[in-house]
């Protein structure tokens, strides 16, 4: 089975960074896409970004365009996301996954997934 593991999350301040990392192991040669999902509490669980296996095409979501970059290192079987200018509104449980990446991210529509890491945005 695929193993997904994340890392990286923490409590940063309004404004800050944070890189969050996910490693993957297991036969993950025919995924379609890898990317990062987040749920705050008492919210529905929401697609951040992902970046598709075959050709590399990333999505964002509105919230965080311009200010998340997604990344990976097949190299490293790693997979990144470099979170810039955050707001207390991005604090949540990210989620690694791999499914399906297009401009739609639905929960259900992914393969595997992680346990999570917490990002707390707050002064």
């Known amino acids: 089975q695929v193993q997904l593991v994340e890392s990286g999350g923490g409590l940063v301040k309004p404004g800050g960074s944070l890189r969050l990392s996910c490693a993957v192991s297991?036969?993950?040669?025919?995924?379609?896409?890898i990317g990062w999902f987040r749920q705050a509490p008492g919210k529905e669980r929401e697609g951040v970004s992902c970046?598709?296996?075959?050709?590399?095409?990333?999505y964002y979501s509105d919230s965080v365009r311009g200010r998340f970059t997604i990344s990976r290192d097949n190299v490293k079987s790693a997979m990144y996301l470099d979170m810039n200018n955050l707001k207390p509104e991005d604090t949540a449980n990210y989620y690694c996954?791999?499914?399906?990446?297009?401009?739609?991210?639905?929960?259900?529509?992914?393969?595997?997934w992680g346990k999570g890491t917490p990002v707390t945005v707050s002064s």
């Open positions: 297991g036969r993950t040669s025919h995924y379609h896409g």
């Open positions: 996954a791999i499914g399906l990446c297009t401009g739609h991210m639905d929960y259900y529509a992914m393969d595997y």
């Open positions: 970046i598709r296996n075959s050709d590399g095409t990333t």
